[in-house]
């Protein structure tokens, strides 16, 4: 079995900054890419920020230059900082891999979600 817990959301003020954590567990051989992903009530769940094992990242259009994606592969956590926050990044954030399990299945794992609510 492989999880992920994230951690790290919870209620800021507009333009303030979080960071959101996610630690894969488990039976991991390698983990690929990681990322986070929100979805807000009634819309389909979008890309945030991915990360592959080398170090490359790509970003939504929406968050560039205000997050920034990190991992620590020792760790098998990736990080989210998320800096000047606008009301409109409220929602639910979920992270994701994709790994090879130590009995050569291939999975892509999804974490439970983290609210994040940017409100004064």
């Not at 959101?20 to 990322?35: D, E, R, T, V």
Request: aromatic share 10%; hydrophobic share 30%.
């Amino acid at each position: 079995q492989v999880q992920l817990v994230e951690s790290g959301g919870g209620l800021v003020q507009p333009g303030g900054s979080l960071r959101l954590s996610c630690a894969a567990s488990g039976s991991i051989f390698s983990i690929n890419a990681m990322g986070w992903y929100r979805q807000a009530p009634g819309k389909q769940r979008e890309l945030v920020a991915t990360i592959t094992s080398g170090g490359s990242t790509n970003y939504a259009d929406s968050v560039k230059g205000r997050f920034t994606i990190s991992r620590d592969n020792a760790k098998n956590t990736v990080y989210l900082q998320m800096n000047s926050l606008k009301p409109e990044d409220t929602t639910v954030y979920y992270c994701n891999a994709e790994l090879w399990t130590n009995h050569y299945r291939y999975l892509e794992v999804w974490g439970q979600g983290t609210l994040v609510t940017v409100s004064s």
